[in-house]
RNA sequence: GCGCCGUUAGCUCAAUUGGCAGAGCAUCUGACUCUUAAUCAGGCGGUUGAAGGUUCGAUUCCUUCACGGCGCACCA
């Protein structure tokens, strides 16, 4: 650990200090009747002489601290916002007094007294007691610039929650994302389920896993790349509409749109197909906009977004066209190959048509999707778990949307017709076979769900975090996770 | 994994061509009973991310390493 440094020394010894005085530095609990907003609310009218009838109980940490010999300014944060209080030595006597004046800044402490206003016009609590509920050992970043050092702000996100309100208010926006998407859900007939985190067989998703092994069983197991193939499973059990919140899981590079650990959120609706799920999408993520930040038109880093529906939907053919003027139906897959290479596609590792054709659209298309936009059809061998395109067996049908140039959802038709997912399955386990971790293994209990019959069923899914990065104007993922995956702090 | 940039006091940041490592805030002492970036006076605070090298002398130049940010790659 990083030596002690001398306010820390001089912070223990006012503990002791506290202790001689009387008073005990850690009690167990206090009774706040207010919290901060709830003062700013109930006492809006008050003027310059308080209702004494009135008093009143607060909470929370000493931000920062002004005294003036025998009486002195404080500002307090609860989990809510900021009050001043004035504490005064002949209102809540010498001895408290004493104690309250080797206060530090960053001090949790429980005031009891009556609401004024300041001859400057601030609501004020004048304490007529004042209790110390936790000292503070460590000194809080600086109350004017906070603490800008992102690496500190991750490491000791309590630091950044501290001081940094506004961070505090994405966390909480992420949380009412979650609500607004669980209410909108269960509203219209969704359950919300478990499924492991732990899986034998990973799946869903093109991913590396994270390896881990059981002890009992003696078995290697996997920290799940996504939950699809098990919410599924429950459509085939005949949970018709069902939905999780997913932490999933992948072993790949990090940046500003990728955490090890992310969350997503899939849904399965029996009897559905990708048309019914475009409608459902825009309207979930539109309502979730209304409810979070109260519009659909939102601002991300300068640029104007709106989600009202109904967005853009164009093929990924025919995106292709729009964006780069490829016409790709015109095109022999030699041809093709050259058009793409041309225009500085990489094609290294690709193998099918298919594959050029989505490598072309990553490459060029999607940086340009600023607006929201659906994407449909996707090459079939970039798929294997979607439904083939009524009347094009080349394509599947599968769309992601797209907006501020980052894919933000994935949902398809989903392939219920167990002997072809056996066959997709088997080109999967192909290139497993040939090197390429991401490919899926082949889930034979999965083949044998899909056996006893699967309604036709339409899935979503889409993370949460880059929903949140979007209605909270973060350009990193780092900005709306907790904790983001860092690697271990030189503790030497 | 590759490239670029960064790392100086608790926090935010300076330091000229390689020449005594500084400021503001915080902290400590004193004064102050309506302040709010409180004010006034005085003080403390540094292994300049780590190790090595060049040099009379390194925060500064070189090498290696650690961590972070951004970009690329990988990937959704």
Redesign the pocket.
């Known amino acids: 650990m990083e030596a002690p440094?001398?306010?820390i020394a001089?912070r223990r010894e006012?503990l002791e200090e506290i202790r001689n005085l009387g008073a005990n530095p850690y009690p167990y609990r206090y009774s706040p009747t207010h919290t901060t907003s709830e003062i700013h609310q109930q006492f809006a009218a008050i003027q310059?002489t308080p209702d004494e009838s009135k008093p009143i109980c607060i909470a929370g940490r000493i931000m920062?601290?002004?005294?003036?010999?025998?009486?002195s300014?404080a500002?307090l944060q609860d989990s809510e916002g900021l009050i001043?209080i004035?504490v005064?030595?002949?209102?809540i006597g010498d001895d408290r007094y004493d104690i309250y004046k080797?206060l530090?800044?960053g001090d949790i402490v429980g005031v009891e007294g009556v609401v004024?206003r300041?001859?400057?016009?601030?609501l004020?609590v004048?304490a007529n007691a004042l209790e110390l509920l936790s000292k503070s050992l460590?000194?809080?970043?600086?109350?004017?610039?906070?603490?800008?050092?992102?690496?500190?702000r991750?490491r000791q996100r309590y630091a950044d929650l501290i001081v940094n309100r506004e961070v505090k208010d994405v966390f909480s926006k992420r949380t009412l994302i979650v609500q607004a998407i669980r209410d909108y859900l269960n509203a219209i007939g969704f359950i919300e389920v478990e499924t492991p985190v732990l899986q034998p067989i990973y799946g869903g998703?093109?991913?590396?896993p994270f390896i881990t092994h059981h002890n009992t069983l003696d078995q290697t197991l996997y920290l799940r790349i996504a939950n699809e193939l098990y919410l599924k499973r429950l459509i085939v059990g005949g949970f018709d509409r069902v939905y999780e919140f997913s932490k999933d899981f992948?072993n790949?590079?990090?940046?500003?749109?990728?955490n090890p650990e992310?969350t997503m959120l899939e849904l399965y609706q029996a009897y559905a197909d990708y048309e019914d799920i475009m409608c459902l999408t825009e309207q979930l993520i539109a309502h979730t906009a209304k409810e979070v930040v109260g519009s659909t038109e939102i601002t991300f880093q300068g640029e104007e977004i709106s989600l009202e529906p109904p967005w853009q939907r164009l093929t990924m053919i025919e995106s292709i066209g729009v964006k780069t003027g490829i016409d790709v139906e015109s095109l022999g897959d030699g041809a093709l190959q050259d058009a793409a290479l041309d225009a500085k596609v990489?094609l290294?590792?690709v193998e099918s048509r298919g594959g050029t054709i989505a490598a072309i659209f990553?490459?060029l298309v999607?940086p340009k999707l600023l607006q929201p936009t659906f994407i449909c059809d996707y090459p079939i061998e970039v798929s294997p778990l979607a439904k083939k395109k009524r009347g094009d067996e080349r394509f599947v049908e599968r769309f992601?949307y797209f907006m501020v140039g980052m894919?933000m959802g994935?949902a398809f038709s989903e392939l219920n017709d167990p002997i072809d997912q056996r066959e997709r399955f088997i080109e999967q386990g192909k290139k497993l076979e040939a090197g390429d971790e991401?490919a899926f293994m082949v889930d034979e209990d999965y083949l044998r769900a899909l056996e006893y019959g699967m309604p036709p069923t339409g899935g979503l899914g889409f993370?949460i975090d880059r929903l949140t990065m979007l209605l909270t104007d973060q350009?990193?993922i780092?900005d709306v996770i907790f904790f983001?995956q860092?690697?271990?702090?030189?503790q030497t």
């Open positions: 440094s001398n306010v001089q006012k310059e920062t601290k002004r005294d003036h010999g025998k009486s300014f500002n001043q004035y005064r030595q002949n209102v080797i530090d800044v004024f300041t001859r400057t016009g601030e004020t004048l460590r000194p809080l970043p600086e109350k004017w610039h906070g603490l800008q050092d992102k690496e500190t991750y998703a093109n991913a590396r992948r790949e590079g990090m940046d500003r749109d990728h992310f990489d290294d590792g990553d490459t999607e992601e894919e994935n991401e993370g350009r990193s780092r983001p860092m690697r271990p702090e030189d």
